[in-house]
């Protein structure tokens, strides 16, 4: 979703939701004083009832705090307008992930709570200038209100989650993505997609500007295609959206116990530079180099215009944009953002998994954007040509296993 239909949708929201649950408040409240359930109870028990539904309305507020926090991250569209806002400052300030996200529910709560105070007023203020209205009645009102406001919060996020597909089993990278899942589903073994994909990166090194920095943007917690580029790159900046990832490749980088192996996609990559039988020590020597060569880990968001605040003659983003979301122009947005990071006349490394509406981690379907070919030279144009024989589409044969029977392979150059 475009920036400007994500402010135009949230404010939409923010009018019918809170008109919704103003309406829906005040009329259980209302309902639940005529009903005269609680009528005659003593002040305690009310009082107590009061405070209970408090306590339901917290959980229903829960609820809805969690999915729109997965509803900013997915689209950057919110229920809420205030807590658009509040995540779009902390997002430009911080970065993505825990500091956006307590942001916006911190704005959402104070909005949900200063609510409140018309309410007390109205209640409390017709039981002193009436005396039709006690003040138990006015209690009662309250409490009615808020067990209203708590089924409206629980019925928003499960609408909410709908929207994003989560009932159709899409996880959320903000909550449900595991590094260690990842790793060891798709990286015990160099499988046919990354077979492909490592061979088109080693020949298409031979293309890139020597002896300058190269980008990896959305790497996730991996390093499979960096050592590719370990001899061309005078330095090897590595970017990604979630703090875990980058986390697990700095395991790697300082030998910490317990880090992944990527022993075999370092020979398999040697392999495809003419080494075909490299020994243990040039393994360890590539390592070595990438190591040496890796100086910048940053954590970057595709929603931003600018996710980085330079540009690189070679910029990577394999499986990146069209894994992160599983709409179409969300991911449009992404490749703009991304590709915009390419110096004049640079180099734009992709891969993507095509025609993948989701792709299996640990159990969980994370969302894909579902594009092809076409979608991808749409997306790079006007700006980008892939070069030589154009977008490759490489049959894998992983949907069984993994979601997903083909990808693309496109080196392209800005013009």
């Known amino acids: 979703m475009s920036p400007t239909a994500a402010w135009a949708a949230s404010l939409a929201a923010t009018v019918a ?94 909005t949900e709570v200063a609510k409140e105070v018309p309410y007390y007023l109205a209640a409390f203020g017709a039981a002193v200038t009436t005396d039709s209205i006690t003040t138990d009645e006015a209690l009662v009102f309250l409490a009615g209100a808020n067990l209203g406001a708590a089924c409206y919060e629980g019925a928003l996020a499960r609408l909410t989650r709908t929207v994003l597909g989560r009932d159709r089993g899409h996880a959320s990278f903000d909550t449900d993505w595991v590094p260690a899942e990842y790793l060891t589903d798709y990286y015990r073994t160099v499988e046919p997609d990354e077979i492909a994909t490592i061979a088109f990166l080693v020949d298409a090194m031979r293309h890139a500007e020597r002896d300058q920095p190269i980008l990896y943007f959305g790497t996730g917690p991996t390093l499979h295609h960096v050592f590719a580029c370990a001899e061309t790159a005078s330095e090897i900046h590595l970017g990604d959206y979630l703090p875990e990832n980058l986390a697990e490749i700095r395991r790697w980088i300082e030998r910490a116990p317990g880090a992944h192996d990527w022993r075999p996609f370092v020979r398999y990559t040697l392999q495809c530079e003419g080494n075909t039988c490299p020994t243990d020590d040039e393994i360890t020597a590539r390592e070595d180099l990438t190591r040496a060569k890796i100086t910048i880990l940053v954590r970057v968001d595709a929603h931003h215009p600018r996710p980085v605040n330079r540009s690189y003659p070679t910029v990577v983003s394999a499986y990146c944009a069209d894994s992160a979301t599983g709409d179409r122009a969300t991911w449009e947005l992404f490749m703009r953002h991304i590709t915009g990071l390419v110096q004049p006349g640079g180099l734009f490394l992709t891969a993507a998994l095509r025609r993948c509406r989701g792709y299996t981690v640990g159990g969980k379907t994370f969302p894909g954007a579902d594009i092809d070919e076409r979608d991808l030279r749409a997306a790079l144009r006007p700006d980008f040509e892939p070069v030589n024989e154009g977008i490759e589409v490489i049959p894998t044969a992983q949907r069984g296993s993994h979601g997903y029977a083909a990808i693309l392979l496109c080196r392209a150059r800005r013009a």
Do not use: M
């Open 17 to 110: 939701s809170t008109y919704a649950l103003d309406a829906w408040a005040a009329a259980t409240g209302a309902g639940l004083v005529a009903s005269g359930l609680l009528a005659g109870l003593g002040r305690q028990t009310v009082v107590a009832f009061l405070l209970a539904s408090y306590t339901a309305w917290v959980f229903g507020l829960r609820a809805n705090l969690r999915a729109n926090g997965s509803l900013l991250a997915a689209t950057g569209a919110s229920t809420n307008v205030l807590s658009k806002l509040a995540y779009d400052v902390a997002r430009r300030r911080f970065g993505g992930g825990r500091a956006a996200r307590l942001a916006a529910a911190v704005a959402y709560t104070g």
